[in-house]
């Protein structure tokens, strides 16, 4: 899902194809589709007080909103959605054998390959690389980011 900028925003699924094609209001290839995003025609993030548009069943203008996805993370997810119809490891997939890697042979090499591999995640889906929501990966932080679980 995402916003389409046609004089408001349109609450729309965005359909992602095994060839790459990817239809947001018109089906163009993954590279026209990080363009749109980029231009601000597909966005995740409704600006302060835009009208937006829950098509035939709502209309309203957005204000205090939140927003969890960055769009340069879903251009991220969108790749990911591509490699993953198309039978090829996925980000997450990587990440996860870089963790087990790293369990097997905790060290500077095998840490450093999981770092890049996590980074790789796009950041909202970061909490699910273990697939348990409840630990929310965070064996796989405290390994990376140690200071943020010093006690104080």
Not at 26 to 31: P, R
Not at 63 to 88: C, H, K, M, Q
Not at 107 to 112: G, L, Q, S
Request: charged share 30%; hydrophobic share 40%.
């Amino acid at each position: 899902m995402a916003f389409i900028r046609n004089f408001e925003y349109h609450l729309t699924h965005i359909s992602i194809y095994r060839d790459g094609m990817v239809d947001c209001w018109g089906l163009v290839t993954f590279e026209q589709f990080k363009q749109k995003v980029r231009s601000k025609w597909v966005v995740t993030q409704p600006p302060q007080d835009a009208k937006v548009s829950v098509s035939f069943l709502a209309s309203f203008t957005a204000t205090d909103a939140s927003y969890w996805i960055e769009p340069e993370e879903f251009i991220r997810e969108v790749a990911d959605e591509i490699e993953g119809l198309n039978g090829r490891p996925t980000s997450r997939d990587r990440c996860s054998a870089a963790w087990h890697a790293y369990e097997e042979s905790p060290a500077n090499a095998t840490k450093e390959a999981l770092r890049l591999a996590y980074e790789e995640v796009p950041a909202h889906n970061r909490r699910f690389i273990l697939g348990d929501m409840d630990r929310k990966d965070h064996p796989i932080r405290r390994v990376l980011y140690p200071e943020q679980y010093l006690q104080v």
